[in-house]
């Protein structure tokens, strides 16, 4: 799988962090009796704890010091906290919330280290680089003049404040920047808290709304003007309730709403692990805190989503109607997507609903809304999320989908369904969702806004099939690259089974097939081993079972660590060929570090140093990222040369629904100076024979437009074939419901009229071998 980009991505989100440090607990003047570690979790799904611990060293350690260990169980949940006790004081008043885990560390008020550690064994490092260089170690916190930190020390700690992170966990390395002073706020998994300043009870018998209402806490900007104060007996209707996962909480709405079209009448009512007691109906007043989530961590780039936190509830009625939904479609949403913040934070701008689709949005946050008959861009996921588009008329693809065919080109008719009642959609891109799906506007950094689904519309088959690539001629060579998503012998022999018939059915079985993203023998597992041998012995034997050819293999194993990708996995690009219609030549030399140069012969023609060989595989254009695999081949006696890549992926990129406009692309300037190596090494074959027939292919993660195939182009080296394509036919997989190219075949000039296909299977489908559809093309 390419790893996943705001526009075509996938980049996990940042995780487990160390959230709080306090070591007073107990001392003169606090009000806590024990100290406390809290972790926290900014990632979309929870983090298991099994094996992990958190241990603590003295500010100041000498030769002699050791580090106190605490083992840790369970796991922290998405968005959540996870609280381990450490030892308690002789003063203090106030004992901690109910601990996940607890220890008897004594800490220091005013300076240490915590380090979380996948380990329960005591680590060894005693100074800031020993311990930076220990690959065990997670998240480090240094505070007060500890000498172990990252960055600068915290400042701030003593007998009654901690150090603690701000709402969105953000971590930047360097421990004085991301954690500050201030009243401890313990928090466990159950989202129950202590110390601080709590939320704000209201009385039984108080039945008075607050001065606040909903739209007053929205306010007619993306951030809350009420943002971390604590609001009393806000009124509104319970409209939704998420009463599962580890994000749990309910959704409420004013019925009587003002008369500004930018300030929100919803909001989400977060009760963490607990499970809501209210039902959808209920008439309900809340105090709570006013928190901006950022989902995914602030360095993530997503928008906040304004939420009441720590909540008391009380119910007034029950079985009340809910406030209307509003229609999202054609009609309602603008054609522009955003603002333009010139690069900036979009946060102050006043909200301009009637302007573009993302204020819009925002502007319903945590609101009911309802999407008629609506066209699926977007495949059911694992996570039953479907995208559709509201704007069905918005740069269609033949094939039902929504071209993504510029970086101005977002597309704002796309909207994310997820459902909250269980309903199992299972939908393809040009399927229908049916009339009527409702429920309350909520925000993700995996795809912007959701309509969360309280009603959920009947899907009705849009008919495509995945296609069949024609068969070249016998005088043709072809030649087809595919990502096949991770694949090692982990996986289940059904994904083996699921992508040989891709290759042997829908490739109708090419002479040379470029694979991307084929990992080592035995997959994530990180033990030094790079060899893929396995791998791809497993998966000829599968193409053969299924009626294709024997099909020979080379490729070169990366040094351990060294390529990117899943951890431990080392993926690579390989060649897989039919002897029996192409030869190999094999040179040797070739390595993970050595680079292979264009040789002229004597008859004015070109060979290579190495075959295989790898393009200037030392130069950093490839720091953590795939090199390119280069191979001679052989097809009626005539030489071909192929290039296999996998450029880096997008991410580090901001979202194109984030909270920067217009997105950065930071990851782009890596691609562009990968393109120019291959660019380099494809002008020096062609200097010394201008008529060398030359294929570069694979999952370039970037689109046609893009500076980096502008530079793998430049100077006319090579041909985008993708650009041959008719407009809305460029793309070859789709992501947050925009149909976009990732992949790529280009040829040089001496391969004139190829039979170029893009071969949809996989991309636009529920049930997909690959997230990625595969290419071939056929040549003299």
Partial sequence: MAAVPFVAQGTPSADAVISEVYGGGGNSGADLTGDFIELGNAGGGSFDLSGWSVQYLSGSPGPSSTWQVTPLSGSIPA???????????????????????????????????????????ALTCLTAADCAADGTIKDLVGFGTAAIREGTPATGAGNTTSVARGADLADTDDNATDLTGGAPTPANRAGQSGGGDPSPTPSPTDTTPGALRIHDIQG????????????????????????????????????EPDDNPATSEGIFVFTGSATPTVRVGDSVLVSAKVSEYTPGGAGGGAQSVTELTGPTTAKLSSGNPLPAAEAIDARTIPEAYTPDARGGSINPLPLEPATYALDWLESREGMRVEIGTSRVVGASNAYNETWVTTKPEQNPTPRGGTLYGSYDSQNSGRLLVATLTGDTLGANVGDTLGRTTSGPLDYSNYGGYTLQATTVGKVASGGIKPEVA????????????????????????????????????????????????????????????????????????????????????????????????????????????????????????????TAVKPVATGD???????????????????????????????????????????????????????????????????????????????????????????????????????PAVSALTKNEVLTDLMATLPADERYSYVYDGNSQTLDHILVSPAIKRPGYDVVHINAEFADQASDHDPQVVNVR
């Fill in 79 to 121: 968005s959540g906290r996870y609280l381990v006790a450490e030892a308690k004081g002789a003063g203090g008043t106030k004992d901690l919330p109910a601990p996940d885990a607890s220890g008897s560390i004594p800490m220091s008020a005013t300076s240490g280290t915590v380090a979380l550690v996948h380990s329960t064994k």
């Fill in 220 to 255: 007619a900007t993306r951030v809350s003007p009420e943002s971390g104060k604590s609001v009393i007996n806000v009124p509104g209707i319970v409209t939704a309730v998420r009463a599962t996962g580890s994000s749990r909480g309910f959704w409420i709405q004013d019925p």
């Fill in 470 to 593: 024609k068969r070249g001629k016998d005088n043709e060579l072809s030649v087809a690259t595919y990502n096949v998503e991770n694949l090692d012998p982990t996986d289940p022999q059904a994904k083996f089974d699921r992508l040989a018939k891709g290759i042997v059915t829908h490739l109708a079985s090419p002479d040379i097939v470029s694979l991307e993203e084929i990992q080592d023998d035995n997959g994530p597992k990180d033990d030094g081993t790079v060899a893929a041998d396995k791998t791809l012995q497993q998966f000829t034997d599968a193409i053969k079972a299924a009626g294709g050819p024997a099909y020979q293999w080379r490729s070169i194993d990366p040094a351990d660590k060294a390529d990117g990708g899943e951890p431990g996995g080392n993926i690579r690009t390989a060649f897989l060929y039919n002897p029996k219609r192409t030869s190999f030549v094999d040179i040797p030399g070739g390595d993970a570090t």
């Fill in 604 to 706: 004015n023609g070109v060979t290579l140093s190495a075959s295989p060989g790898r393009i200037n595989p030392t130069s950093s254009a490839w720091n953590n990222s795939r090199k390119p695999l280069v191979g001679e081949f052989r097809f009626r006696g005539k030489p071909y040369f192929l290039i296999g890549n996998h450029f880096n992926s997008k991410g580090g990129d901001k979202p194109v629904h984030g909270v920067d406009q217009p997105p950065s692309r930071s990851s782009e300037t890596q691609r562009v100076a990968q393109a120019t190596e291959v660019n380099t090494f494809v002008s020096g074959l062609l200097a010394k024979d201008r008529n060398a027939k030359v294929v570069v292919l694979g999952d370039l993660n970037d689109f046609p437009f893009s």
